[in-house]
């Protein structure tokens, strides 16, 4: 099976675990298609999207949430002698990884290397919203971990919605389709939150469990053993970035949670 | 020549004061005011209501607003009489009497000039016109009064205007005499909402048959995708989210209040238009997990923006009033209820954004502006009270919500 990775992130964490996990399970990753910029160029592109101000308040809330709390991926990475710092680049020199630079995810160059490469499954580790060409271009399908239960909960901030809603955190594996999070679905893992966790700390525990739960589904799909459920439609309720005083409550809630 | 005169004067008034430079120059640079806790916004928006009250100098009717141009507005009766309902909140949310002794000046003024026919006089300061919409939001003023104070004279008022609004009813159950443009309008249905307070607290089932009446009128000019014709003002331009807001909220209020088919299809407009306002909200961003852009000015059918360029401030306010409105309604559905809280929040914020806690301009301090950016088409340069009123609601609504 050929499989492919998206990267938008100079360091993309996430994408160095599927490579582990995936190589675990004799699954070999055969390119990372990367769309990632230069230190100035990723400063650059998150002051145009949230702004000086917002990006100041994510770095902040960022900061307070590093401070407290366990630290599952730092725990994980060293478990398993990953550095989760070390730059794609690196990773995929290492691993004997083709990695394929280009200028954006939506190019048609980037389809045209997908498809030319006889791609079966690309996996989504970051980029964003996807075109409908590079969604085509792989046999298969763009496969994707959801950090939350789908179809009940699709849209952003969706961990912190579980928590907030009282509902069973986890990820859905599911296909990319033209809609928001409303593809086919491959299977749903719960996520136990620690006694400890904060919100930060639950969210480095989902990244953690979406690689496993990805890797084990195209391990599936490797096997013909992959069931698929219907997704939903565009039109079913959609979740938005959660308000600051909303996240200080699902934080509340999940400290306050007695399960 | 008298034209030129005030345009001149007005430019000097502008030109001399520091407070609106401050002003034109935050939105010429995209910066926002700091945004405080709810209940310091709040504060700042009840003393500028207040203010407003205090400086149209006619004991009770608060000055339509503070305009760059012609300094303080005179007192407009139409939104004098919604802004007692938010008197009276603040004064039970704060315990201070003083908010009461406001509401009670605002009311005995309407009834000193209401009309003897009972309609409520059109337009700022003292018109011989009398409006339907304008009415109906006095009505609203009257009835809350009559709840809180136990007087029957605001009851009296409200009984009288509202036998007016059925004289003034055409067959089908719209209004098109002493209407905007002499047009039927389906933000009447808020007009219909005040009906329905009067006939709770009268007991007069004549009152809940004109209200359902016009909403039957109103849900029969929805389209599938929720939208509404004749929402604006005039009938060829789109309309501005302020009356967008209107229709939705008074389909709302109404829906709580009657049974029957009438009550659900009303809701129900209410619930699908209100969700198409979250969408076109939330989806206009840079990014995902970007803060969302302000609604736009205007909107047309298709729920797409006519007005990139500005944000009806007063009609976001009233919008995000809207969404919390429904997430106190469906807070046993603690999903949805969520949902239409957290956009409104976010909306809020922004709101939050154009009003200046510290200016020392009394026009400015804790006002909020018509436009975003203040030079923008809706009232253009002036701070309008139904700006302040729609803050002070929400953030009071808010509390509720959470």
Redesign the interface.
Known sequence: MIIGLTSAARVNPYATLLIDELQRRQLPVGFVLSAERGHAGDVWERL????V??TLRALRRRAAGAAKGPQPLVRWAAQRELDLSLPLVQICERAGIERLLVKSLSTSAAADAVFHRGTEVLINAGG??FRKRLLEAPSRGLLNAHMARLPELR???VLE?SV???VQPGITVHWIDGGVDTGAILGFEPLSPAPDDTLESLRERAVLLSATAVADQVARLAHGEATELPGTSDMA???????P??SD?AAARLAARTD | MPALLSRILGMLRIAASAGPWRVVLRDLLHR?EPLHEDEAHLRAAMDWLARAQDVAGCGGGLSAGYSFRRGWLPPYPETTGYIIPTFLRYGEHTGDDGWIQRAVRAGDWESEIQLAAGGVRGGQGINTEPVVFNTGQVILGWCALHRTTGHDKYLESATRAADWLLQVQDRDGAWRQNTYEDTPHTYHSRVAWPLLEVAAATGEARYRSAAAANLDWVIAQARPNGWVESMSFRCADDPYTHTIAYTYRGLLECGLQLQGDTGVSAMQLAQLGADRLL?RY?LNK???????WPLPATLNSRWQPSDEGSSCVPGNAQIALLWLRLAVITAQD???S??W???A??LL?QVKATQSLHSRHDGIRGGVPGSSPVWSWYLRLTYPNWAAKFLADALMETEAA?
């Open positions: 145009k999207r949230r702004g101000a917002g964003g919203l849209g952003v901030d919605w907030l809603l009282g309720p959609q979740y938005f970035a959660l308000h005083r909303l409550l | 926002g969408r939330e840079p990014d995902p997990h970007a803060e969302p603690q999903a949805a969520l949902r809280t957290n956009s929040l976010k914020d959470l």
